[in-house]
T-cell receptor, first 114, second 109 residues
Framework: IAGITQAPTSQILAAGRRMTLRCTQDMRHNAMYWYRQDLGLGLRLIHYSNTAGTTGKGEVPDGYSVSRANTDDFPLTLASAVPSQTSVYFC?????????????FGPGTRLTVL | GQNIDQPTEMTATEGAIVQINCTYQTSGFNGLFWYQQHAGEAPTFLSYNVLDGLEEKGRFSSFLSRSKGYSYLLLKELQMKDSASYLCAVPDSNYQLIWGAGTKLIIKP
């Protein structure tokens, strides 16, 4: 059982390029999340999805888009990358979108935008 | 608005006890989470408190006081592997987690 996988593990990207970070879970969890983690700031929610077919904006959604075509996959797209999007990106999932559910995290993607 | 405060860094000795504090301000309250994150790794769940009091889980315990907007994580019999960051998080009004910046715990022999 893999849990949650993310790809790529790390990436260096030129500013202005388009990039999609992939996230797949095999736990049949309804809810999925994308966070970015920057030194000294903690985790910040970018987008979330409480169930397949629905998405919502988090604290820092600008410059990012998501889709949730099925239960397992939740890709995050940077349409035109900027250096301020340099960060570690974590995908997470939980059984449901209720606030009391434990979130399970993927291993992260380290993204550098030059 | 939401706000979570944790100390940035703490140092403790192997075998000792350490208490990591978290204070929060929320418009409502829907529980408080603690996660552990080793350097370069993903966060992993430690505890969830929704009622006042102390909940013990092996060497780790978590305490909550809703009236004071305060929680702490108590780690006993510290081991070197406990060196990590400890993250406090509370749900916002949309039931999405707001995270503290984390407390980096350094364990010395």
């Amino acid at each position: 059982i893999a849990g949650i996988t993310q790809a790529p593990t790390s990436q260096i990207l030129a500013a202005g390029r388009r990039m999609t970070l992939r996230c797949t879970q095999d736990m049949r969890h309804n809810a999925m999340y994308w966070y970015r983690q920057d030194l000294g700031l903690g985790l910040r929610l970018i987008h979330y999805s409480n169930t397949a077919g629905t998405t919502g904006k988090g604290e820092v959604p600008d410059g990012y888009s998501v889709s949730r075509a099925n239960t397992d996959d939740f890709p995050l797209t940077l349409a035109s990358a900027v250096p301020s999007q340099t960060s570690v990106y974590f995908c997470a999932s939980s059984v449901g979108g209720e606030s009391y559910n434990e979130q399970f995290f993927g291993p992260g993607t380290r993204l550098t935008v030059l | 608005g939401q706000n979570i405060d944790q100390p940035t860094e703490m140092t403790a000795t192997e075998g000792a006890i350490v208490q990591i504090n978290c204070t929060y301000q929320t418009s409502g309250f829907n529980g408080l989470f603690w996660y552990q994150q080793h350097a370069g790794e993903a966060p992993t769940f430690l505890s969830y408190n929704v009622l006042d009091g102390l909940e013990e889980k092996g060497r780790f315990s978590s305490f909550l006081s809703r009236s004071k907007g305060y929680s702490y994580l108590l780690l006993k019999e510290l081991q070197m592997k406990d060196s990590a960051s400890y993250l406090c998080a509370v749900p916002d009004s949309n039931y999405q987690l707001i995270w503290g910046a984390g407390t980096k715990l350094i364990i010395k022999p």
